[in-house]
């Protein structure tokens, strides 16, 4: 009973996912809700009441922005490939022109899984078909050769788009840095990154103070030290990479006329970030 009411950092994917089907208006999400489940609403449910309310339309933004960037890209044909680390169960491929070419990347037990549903979901046409290469890789291990030659062999000369969002939290500066690294290693001058990070003034919130309790109720037992944040001068400093746009919750709501409910306090403001190799 006990382990039942414990989610895994895998299963955060589902949460994120359900979030984005809350306000599919918001989030452009017509896909998400596929994802659905008891456990999760259930989970959720607690977590906007403990947490932060305002969480479900953080992560429609999110994914609107995302979306909207990829969608002007695509139009402008200046992506054919669109590489996802820490995928989850993000449903881009099925909102995106069919012309594009997906790589998934997450732990190989949300990719296997993530495949299936996919498969099912096609078959039963509630899903458009898509190209989707799905690869299992621990970004906590030594996955760089293995992992570029099977993303070579697909992406060849092609343009690309790296998207990683909702996952430098759960990862230490090193993994970060040997994941930027990595991207450099597969992109070509003129290629795209996308990157969802907070800042460290999120820990001096009363919401941070909220999902650390949380957390460590319900996840695992952790300090404010094993979540990261990033600061702005970090993206500003990768080699190769230009900063081209810097969003947040607060200037996306802007953006797309979404009227804020909490305050500040109240908010997990995440930072979105566009950088171009050049
Ligand atoms: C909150 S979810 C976000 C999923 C997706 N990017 C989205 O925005 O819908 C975090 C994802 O990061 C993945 N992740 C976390 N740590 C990872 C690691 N060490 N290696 C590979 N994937 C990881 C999890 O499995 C999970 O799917």
């Known amino acids: 009973m006990e382990k039942e009411q414990h989610i895994k950092i895998h299963e955060t ?4 996912s359900t979030f984005r089907a809350f306000d599919e208006n918001l989030s452009q999400d017509h896909f998400a809700k596929l994802w659905e489940n008891l456990k999760t609403t259930k989970w959720i449910n607690e977590y906007l009441e403990l947490v932060s309310a305002e969480e479900p339309f953080t992560h429609c933004l999110r994914n609107r922005y995302f979306l909207e960037t990829l969608q002007d890209l695509i ?6 490939v669109v590489i996802n680390f820490g995928s989850g169960f993000s449903m881009y491929p099925f909102l995106l022109h069919e ?3 997906h790589i998934e990347i997450d732990k190989p037990e949300i990719v296997d899984y993530k495949k299936k549903k996919i498969e099912e979901w096609e078959n039963e046409h509630k899903i458009p078909k ?3 290469h799905f ?15 099977e993303i070579q062999s697909i992406k060849r000369n092609k343009s690309t788009f790296i998207l ?4 430098l939290f759960f990862l230490t500066r090193a993994e970060t840095n040997k994941l930027f690294d990595f991207f450099n290693s597969i992109q ?3 290629d795209y990154l996308g990157s969802a990070s907070f800042q460290e003034t999120i820990k001096e919130t009363q919401a941070f103070e909220n999902l650390l309790r949380f957390f460590n109720q319900k996840v695992s037992k952790t300090t404010e030290d094993d979540y990261q944040t990033i ?9 190769n990479y230009k900063v081209i746009d810097h969003q947040d919750y607060f200037s996306l709501s802007k953006k797309y006329k979404h009227r804020i409910n909490q305050p500040k306090e109240l908010i997990l403001n995440e930072n979105f970030y566009l950088l171009k190799k050049n």
């Open 99 to 101: 012309k594009i070419i």
């Open 188 to 190: 070509e001058n003129g």
């Open 231 to 239: 600061q702005d001068n970090y993206y500003h400093s990768i080699k």
């Open 13 to 16: 994917a589902f949460v994120t």
């Open 164 to 167: 990683i969002e909702g996952v």
């Open 135 to 149: 690869m299992g890789v621990d970004f906590s291990k030594d996955y760089q050769k293995e992992l570029l030659s």
């Open 130 to 132: 898509r190209n989707i």
């Open 75 to 80: 139009e402008q044909q200046e992506i054919e």
